[in-house]
């Protein structure tokens, strides 16, 4: 590896957690020299991010703008049985290759790609066994850590994007196609509309385990797409398997004596009850960008209890999804939570509902046995 000055400050993990930190400081504060430290050869992985216009601050879009792959200003639907809904709210996608070139763009010879880092102190890193490199600080944000301390669901999805012999018909995403048959807990459709003839068709799951039978989610995604009359050809594919957290303990997924600085899921900083983290990914990057290097160990963790205390109303949501509700009739919470008001739905995927809005969302029947909620809530163990 050609050798290098030792960096100010060293991002482990090129995700979008990583990613963004390091175009933050690369913005706001380019007198710190930094070292985006990642063990694939490209930025971002294969994936596709989504966030809904509210999102994110105003005051923050310039962070994100340049990585909008696509945008839908006409806003996206859902769809359960007996109920569909349009929704106004512009809806956005980053993919990973837009991700990878403005990341490169920017911060140009401050990269390292291919390089698995094997070792990790406060102050320094070895890389591929042998190669040491040291800094004012480290941040990791290699995605996530010991989620063996976490009481999880999980959200699981495979994805393709087909490119197909005529048009697809649809002017804007369908966020939940919950229309399809019920499997693993619940499940639906994600549509992205990337053009005329190109949709991302991604089929998704709220499950009990992460286990992820991709043969088999190929078939019903081909069996979807024969449905609706779509024939062609697949075009990319990407698969993953997120956190649903719903119980836990804080001081396990990171205890008091690491003293590594962390970022992203590994700093556990996402929607509970979504794994959804661009929002909290933005929102973390913009505040460390404020922060002196040499406070960012203690300074990150702070954060990140306060982010875990501010999310036990999720968690308890989600205790009730995966506690209370049978696998097969999860669809209805979500049937329920679409029949309330646009500005709470785009509150409650932010993470910013409130108090108002969790009340709302409890009240009245609720979509799940009653005695199967109380004996949730009394158990419940959300912190």
């Not at 959200?155 to 994007?161: D, N, R």
């Not at 024939?231 to 396990?252: A, I, K, N, S, T």
């Amino acid at each position: 590896m050609t050798q290098r000055p030792d960096p100010d400050l060293l991002i482990l993990g090129g995700g979008l957690a990583g990613s963004l930190i390091a175009l933050a400081f690369a913005a706001l504060r380019p007198e710190v020299r930094l070292l985006l430290v990642e063990q694939d050869d490209v930025i971002g992985g294969n994936h596709i991010w989504s966030f809904f216009d509210g999102d994110v601050a105003p005051q923050d879009r310039w962070l994100v703008d340049p990585l909008i792959t696509h945008r839908w200003p006409l806003g996206h639907d859902v769809r359960f049985p007996g109920h569909a809904r349009r929704l106004d709210t512009p809806y956005n996608s980053i993919a990973s290759p837009r991700l990878d070139a403005h990341v490169r763009a920017v911060l140009g010879d401050s990269i390292l790609t291919g390089a698995p880092v094997t070792k990790v102190a406060p102050m320094q890193i070895t890389v591929a066994l042998t190669q040491e490199i040291n800094a004012r600080a480290v941040i990791d944000a290699r995605g996530a850590g010991d989620l063996s301390t976490l009481d999880c669901g999980w959200q699981k999805f495979v994805g393709h994007a087909l490119q197909l012999d005529a048009p697809h018909g649809l002017d804007r995403p369908v966020i939940m196609d919950a229309t399809v048959d019920q499997i693993d807990g619940y499940r639906f459709v994600y549509l992205l509309p990337w053009d005329d003839h190109t949709i991302f068709v991604e089929d998704t799951y709220y499950s009990d385990t992460p286990d992820l039978n991709v043969p088999a989610i190929d078939a019903r995604i081909a069996a979807y797409a024969a449905a609706k009359g779509w024939q062609g050809r697949v075009v990319h594919r990407e698969q993953g398997v997120l956190p649903v957290v719903h119980g836990g303990d804080f001081d396990r997924y990171w205890p008091k004596d690491d003293p590594v600085a962390r970022a992203g899921v590994r700093a556990g900083l996402f929607q509970p009850m979504t794994g959804y983290s661009l929002p909290d990914a933005v929102r973390f990057a913009r505040w460390l960008a404020d922060q002196p290097l040499d406070t960012l160990p203690a300074a990150t963790r702070a954060y990140a209890a306060r982010h875990w205390r501010s999310g036990g109303y999720y968690r308890l949501l989600g205790k009730m999804l995966f506690g209370a509700a049978q696998p097969m009739e999860r669809w209805r919470i979500f049937d329920r939570f679409y029949r309330l008001s646009p500005d709470l739905i785009q509150r409650f995927y932010a993470g910013r509902s409130t108090l108002t809005d969790r009340a709302r969302i409890l009240c009245g029947r609720p979509p799940v046995p009653i005695r199967d909620a109380m004996r949730t809530l009394l158990k419940s163990s959300a912190r």
